[in-house]
């Protein structure tokens, strides 16, 4: 069976044609072009990259391109692919990256090379998305947006000049949304690692090569949420507030394979006992881990991350003496626990 490809429309905006409007940015296209290397890298990922297609724009150095236009010639490259309601591939990545307005509380809008502020062209990104997750055409389709969502009640409309089609009975795409911020709010961007980088896409970006790997070996929807809005926050200068916005599949995984991300936790028993269990899951069944005393009455463990645990103490017998419930969640350090 024919493998399907993954597609990928990466927009990189760091220079507008009306600078006194919209000042020079730094990071939009590097970040693009990192994106743009992920996709050819993409560790623990499924297809090689020959079955990876990008349509990537990224600025001239007029401050010229991309314009909208050039934007939707894009699309229509990709919907031209293949006949509607026929699979084009298994994933569609849009990313786009620049100065951006928020034109309602639900979308992001991307401003496009030749925006001015009489005329502040723009492209909202969810509409592009939904656009293909209502054809079916993708499996999955993901959206991420690195752009400010600054309100203006007094915006014009967007340009989409698609007719949308909710194609009946196909099965739901499953979807990643992303924001770099809320509504109404600014996206920064920072020198991280000698390169300036938007701060979403750097965390976007870190997350996807494996610092979102979750307590089975997977990059998810949700632990890639859990890794994003955390490392924001502790790159973002003191008092600044940027708070992404995602909305997740529960069902969606990016990559799969890697090592379980384990933390360690720390178990502190507080009354005589003859050992400790650790349960998890359906019928909470032990867990096979090395429990380790680091010294009288404490004892330390690896476990995977995001589940939920039961810890008890027992006497020789096997009876429960003292028991209590704990997340282990992505926080670095030692959890403790106290029995």
């Known amino acids: 069976m024919e493998q399907l490809q ?5 927009v990189g905006i760091n220079k507008y044609a009306n600078g006194d409007f919209l000042e020079t940015l730094y990071g939009p296209c590097n970040d693009a072009n990192n994106f743009v290397k992920w996709l050819f890298s993409e560790p623990g990922g499924q297809l090689p990259k020959e079955h990876v297609t990008p349509f990537t724009l990224l600025s ?3 401050g010229q391109k991309p314009k909208t ?3 939707i010639e894009a699309i229509k490259s990709l919907l031209a692919l293949a006949p ?3 699979p084009i591939g298994r994933r569609l990545y849009i990313f786009m990256a620049g100065h951006g307005v928020g034109p309602d509380l639900d979308d992001t809008g991307l401003l496009t090379a030749e925006a001015t502020e009489d005329a502040p062209s723009y492209i909202e990104g969810r509409r592009y998305a939904n656009l293909f997750r209502g054809r079916g055409v993708f499996e999955e389709i993901v959206l991420m947006m690195d752009c400010c969502r600054d309100y203006d009640g007094t915006l014009p409309a967007p340009v989409f000049p698609f007719k949308p089609r909710l194609v009946p009975g196909i099965k739901p795409p499953k979807y990643f949304y992303a924001y770099a911020t809320g509504f109404g709010r600014d996206s920064r961007e920072k020198e991280i690692d000698a390169q300036v980088s938007g701060i979403f896409s750097h965390a976007v970006i870190a997350g996807l090569n494996g610092g979102a790997v979750d307590g089975d070996g997977r990059i998810t929807g949700q632990s890639l949420e859990r890794f994003i809005i955390k490392t924001v926050k502790t790159l973002l200068p003191a008092g600044v507030n940027q708070l992404p916005e995602i909305r997740t599949d529960s069902e969606m995984v990016f990559a799969e394979g890697f090592k379980p991300r384990t933390g360690v936790v720390r178990i502190a028993a507080t009354i005589p006992h003859a050992g400790v269990l650790i349960l998890l899951g359906v019928g909470f069944q032990a867990v096979a881990a090395e429990i380790t005393t680091v010294q009288p009455n404490v004892y330390e463990v ?6 939920v645990y039961v810890f008890q103490l027992v006497d020789a017998a096997g009876a429960i003496l003292k028991q209590t ?3 282990l969640d992505d926080a670095e350090g030692v959890v403790d626990v106290k029995l």
């Open 302 to 307: 690896n476990l995977p991350i995001g589940k």
């Open 6 to 10: 993954d597609y990928a429309l990466v």
């Open 60 to 62: 001239d150095d007029a």
């Open 84 to 86: 509607p309601e026929k």
């Open 69 to 71: 236009g050039d934007v």
């Open 325 to 327: 419930g704990q997340t």
